[in-house]
């Protein structure tokens, strides 16, 4: 009695139309939204940039690195650094990062962490591994830093390290520095394209007293003769700023901002305009003033704001849907047309 029942079962499932239906989807939704390691994963618009870090001290901050995507093992770069560091923050972005890679990164041939999962990703495996360094031992003068990786199709586009570091000699400074990873593309993609990302320096400067300001800025992924724009404020630096002219997919550059500031809330702006994709990455403001002014070291480090995703948006996994109902209809219709 309980084989012949078991029969009947899976007889009227297979005769369901709507239970062929349901399972069609589910299975096919299933698939496309699981995380499965492969290239062109979607991974979302990632994290617009915000502030890690700002302060102030007598003393200033060191900003390097850089070359490209090269697909070197281990990658390595050098930083020619000062003494008294007391903060510190290091980026390793990478390319193509899927899940089950990893990343060790030594400092001075003492190596930190295996790390997995990066601590920003977007668009297509973009990635970026941050890291508070402020422990590590640094030398005064050359610092060898490496990267080894385990990434069937990807590698690094640099290691940048920026290093806040107390002398009293110096005058004081005000810095901001500011991580993330935006995509910005005109894919239609996690509720439409996305043309501009902001990086905004908060807080008050006395303008009368600034002798010099300096932007720091990184972006990934920008093409030559795609014109993109970076501005300061309400002044334009440059266009066509990314187009891999620190290496490969890689733009790193220093702008003398003195002229356009404000005495509250800086910004930097970044425009895609006809790019098909730009990664802005970090934005570091450091602000100089005359050797009258005197204050206190102050550091505040913020809550990092992660950005681990595997999403499919929702406009893919709609066309998706309505694509198998579709072809369904037509089946079934011409099905009925043969009775």
């Given amino acids: 009695m309980n084989r012949v029942h078991c029969i009947r079962t899976r007889i009227r499932i297979r005769r369901s139309p709507t239970l062929l239906l349901m399972l069609l989807l589910s299975v096919t939704l ?22 890690i870090a700002s302060g102030g001290l007598h003393g200033s901050v060191y900003v390097g690195g850089g070359h490209g995507l090269t697909y070197e093992d281990p990658y390595v770069e050098y930083f020619d650094l000062p003494s008294n560091i007391i903060y510190a923050r290091m980026y390793v972005p990478m390319w ?13 041939e003492e190596k930190l962490e295996l790390r997995g999962e990066p601590d920003y990703i977007a668009a297509w495996g973009v990635s970026c591994y941050a890291y508070d360094v402020t422990d590590a031992t640094f030398n005064e003068g050359i610092n060898t830093i490496s990267a080894t990786y385990e990434n ?75 014109a993109d724009e970076l ?65 206190d070291t102050k550091l505040t480090v913020h809550e990092t704001q992660s950005s681990v995703r595997s999403t499919i948006p929702i406009p893919v996994i709609a066309v998706l849907a309505i694509t198998i109902i579709g072809f369904f209809i037509i089946y079934m219709k011409r099905k009925q047309g043969q009775r």
């Avoid at 300061?232 to 990314?242: A, H, R, V, W």
């Fill in 30 to 51: 299933l698939v496309i939204a699981s995380p499965a390691a492969i290239a062109g994963e979607w991974h979302g618009s990632g994290t617009p940039l915000y502030t």
């Fill in 152 to 226: 069937n199709n990807g590698g690094p586009y640099a290691i940048f390290l920026v290093a806040v570091y107390e002398n009293e000699s110096m005058s004081y400074t005000q810095f901001w520095i500011d991580e993330g990873n935006y995509a910005l593309s005109k894919a239609v993609a996690d509720g439409g394209a996305k043309n501009q990302g902001d990086a905004l320096f908060s807080g008050d400067l006395d303008l009368e007293t600034v002798e010099r300001a300096d932007l720091w800025t990184v972006m990934i992924a920008g093409t030559d003769g795609e």
């Fill in 231 to 295: 501005w300061f404020n309400s002044n334009l630096l440059g266009t066509d700023m990314g187009r891999a002219k620190t290496g490969a997919y890689l733009d790193f550059d220093q702008f003398d901002v003195t002229d356009s500031l404000v005495g509250c809330d800086n910004a930097a702006i970044f425009k895609r305009c006809d790019e098909q994709y730009l990664h802005p990455f970090n934005a570091i403001l450091v602000v100089e003033h005359e050797s009258s002014l005197k204050g």
């Fill in 96 to 108: 193509n990062y899927n899940r089950g890679d990893t990343l060790t990164v030594s400092i001075n």
